[in-house]
C-alpha cells in the first residue's frame, strides 16, 4: 500500500475511534479562528462551497452554520459514514466519496476549504488544480497547513517519534497518548508564564478543546502514515505555482499557515 492509500486508511480508522465534533472543537468560533484574518463566517452567506478532506463533518457544519446555501464535502476514507451521520442539515450538502483531486470541475463555487489536508496528501497538486477547476473567476480556496516556522522544537521530538507512532495498532496508540496527555497538561500551565515553543496554539486551540478533543489532537499528530510541515514559502508555492492570484498567507498562531487565493 502506498502512503497515499495507507493516509486515508489511517484516517478512516482514526475518525470511526473519534466520530463526534463536540464543544470548541466543532463550534463556529473556531471556524471564525481558522478564517482569520481572511474572511469572517458571514462573508461566506449564501454561498456555494466545497471542503475538501471532510472528515468526521466538522468544518462542514461550521459552513452551515455559517450560512451556505449549499456545501459539497468530499471524503475519502471509510470516514464517510461517519460524515453522513454527522451532517446536521443534509438538504444543503452533497457529499462524495472521492479524492481532492476528483472534485468535479462545477465551475461555479464560490469558496473551497480544505483544512488540515493537504499536508497529508504527498502529491497535493492535482487537488489544488481539481479545486482551480471548481471555483467561479473570482471564487477562492482557503487552505490550512501545520508550518514549519515556529515548530523546529517540536519537530526533532516529533519527527522519530512518528517513525514508530504512525505504525503502531489503535489501543497502543491511544495508551501513548493517555501516557502524553498528562505532561501536556503541565507544558500548558509554563506556556500561561513563558514563551514556550507551541504557545500560541496550546493557549488558544488546544486547551480550549474538551479533554476527549485534547486526546483525539495528540492522537491525530501521531497516527497518519504522512505529515509535511511547509515552510511559508512552499505554503505561498502551494496555490501560487497553480494559477492562483492575490495569495496571502498567515502565520495562524505561530505555527500554521493559512492560504488564500482567488482565481482570477
Ligand atoms: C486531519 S483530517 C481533517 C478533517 C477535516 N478537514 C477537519 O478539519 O476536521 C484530513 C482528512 O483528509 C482526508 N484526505 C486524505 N487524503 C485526501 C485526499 N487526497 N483528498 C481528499 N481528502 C483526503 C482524510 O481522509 C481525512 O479525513
Known amino acids: 500500500m502506498d502512503h497515499h492509500d495507507q493516509t486515508i486508511k489511517d484516517f478512516g480508522e482514526q475518525w470511526l475511534k473519534y466520530s463526534d465534533n463536540e464543544g470548541y472543537y466543532g463550534s463556529l468560533e473556531l471556524f471564525e479562528d481558522i ?11 449564501g454561498c456555494k462551497v466545497a471542503e475538501i478532506g471532510s472528515g468526521t463533518g466538522r468544518i462542514a457544519n461550521m459552513v452551515l452554520a455559517a450560512g451556505v446555501r449549499h456545501v459539497i464535502a468530499v471524503e475519502p476514507s471509510d470516514a464517510f459514514k461517519v460524515l453522513i451521520r454527522n451532517i446536521v442539515d443534509p438538504e444543503r450538502v452533497t457529499c462524495l466519496k472521492i479524492t481532492g483531486d476528483q472534485l468535479p470541475p462545477y465551475g461555479d463555487l464560490d469558496y473551497i476549504f480544505s483544512i488540515g489536508v493537504l499536508h497529508h496528501v504527498r502529491d497535493p497538486g492535482p487537488v489544488v488544480r481539481a479545486a ?19 515548530n523546529s522544537l517540536y519537530l526533532l521530538l516529533l519527527k ?3 517513525i514508530i507512532t504512525k505504525h503502531l495498532p489503535h489501543s497502543i496508540l491511544a495508551t501513548l497518548v493517555e501516557i502524553i496527555y498528562r505532561p501536556i497538561a503541565f507544558y500548558i500551565k509554563l506556556c500561561r508564564r513563558f514563551p514556550l515553543p507551541l504557545r500560541g496554539y496550546m493557549l488558544w486551540v488546544f486547551e480550549r478543546f474538551s479533554p476527549g478533543k485534547r486526546r483525539l489532537a495528540i492522537y491525530d499528530q501521531l497516527n497518519p502514515s504522512y505529515a509535511k510541515y511547509y515552510s511559508q514559502k512552499e505554503a505561498k508555492g502551494l496555490l501560487g505555482g497553480m494559477g492562483f492570484a492575490n495569495v496571502l498567507v498567515h502565520h495562524r498562531h505561530g505555527y500554521s499557515w493559512t492560504v488564500i487565493g482567488t482565481k482570477p
Open 160 to 162: 522519530p517519534l512518528r
Open 35 to 45: 478564517l482569520s484574518p481572511f474572511l469572517r463566517p458571514n462573508e461566506i452567506k
Open 132 to 150: 482551480f477547476r471548481a471555483l467561479r473567476p473570482g471564487g477562492r480556496f482557503l487552505v490550512w497547513l501545520y508550518g514549519k516556522e515556529g
